[in-house]
């Protein structure tokens, strides 16, 4: 069935001790989206790639990267992670942009900052 | 900025009964979508149900119909003849027509007793 993974499903580090976590996607869409999803709250958007090109939201801090090294993976790079970076982390796709075609989600990383 | 209310943190229903779902949002827009998503536990997000908001009548998904009140910016979820799957987080989210972000609500938790 064509998905959207994500490694590892939970994932602990220290602060500020470099973190990546994986996406990957068998659907062949346009676009991968990250979000960030805190307890009991909205997943927010971080960022996104349309094929090659990135696309930060205004609000992501610096501490947040990404890579798209080809159309099936993305990675999600927090360089220095904090207490307060403790989130759920969902990656998702769409064949393109526009509100129209649906997003397709992963599982999500359940990220621990210790 | 658009914004996305859900006003009912938690909820719960009887197996085989009916259940809606509040939700109402805020924007400027004329033209754009609007999704209920759900996100079962440790499982991934789906899309359960989407409108356009320039189509009068309701969308409706098998045992899953909304009520669209574009005049009063409200979008609510009835799930009919309610099932122990459908226990979920459940997210009603907005996208203008010419947008790829998904602004979410807080969501509700359902929860369908046996």
């Known amino acids: 069935d064509a998905m959207v993974i994500q490694n590892p499903r939970y994932q602990v580090t220290q602060f500020g001790k470099p973190v990546t976590l994986s996406c990957s996607q068998t659907?062949?869409?346009?676009?991968m989206y990250w979000y960030q999803q805190k307890s009991s709250q909205a997943p927010k958007l971080l960022f996104h790639?349309?094929?090659?090109?990135?696309?930060n939201e205004a609000d992501t801090p610096d501490n947040f990267q990404s890579r798209r090294p080809n159309t099936s993976f993305c990675f999600l790079d927090i360089r220095s992670p904090g207490l307060g970076d403790a989130a759920m982390y969902l990656c998702?796709?769409?064949?393109?942009?526009?509100?129209?075609?649906?997003?397709?989600f992963g599982p999500g990383t359940r990220l621990t900052v210790l | 900025a658009q914004t996305v209310t859900q006003s009912q943190p938690e909820m719960s229903v009887q197996e085989a009964e009916t259940v809606t779902l509040s939700c109402t949002y805020d924007?400027?827009?004329?033209?754009?979508?609007l999704f209920w998503y759900k996100q079962p536990p440790s499982r991934q997000m789906i899309l359960v149900i989407r409108?356009?908001?320039?189509?009068?009548q309701n969308a409706t998904e098998n045992r899953f119909s909304v009520n669209f009140q574009k005049a009063a910016k409200s979008f609510s979820l009835k799930i009919s003849d309610s099932q122990l799957g459908d226990t979920a987080m459940y997210f009603c989210?907005?996208?203008?027509?010419?947008?790829?972000?998904?602004?979410f609500g807080k969501g509700t938790k359902l929860s369908v007793i046996p």
């Open positions: 998702a796709t769409s064949r393109e942009r526009e509100a129209f075609h649906e997003q397709f």
């Open positions: 659907l062949n869409h346009n676009v």
């Open positions: 790639y349309y094929d090659k090109d990135f696309n």
């Open positions: 924007t400027s827009e004329n033209n754009y979508y």
């Open positions: 409108q356009e908001a320039y189509k009068q």
């Open positions: 989210a907005f996208a203008g027509a010419g947008s790829y972000q998904l602004t």
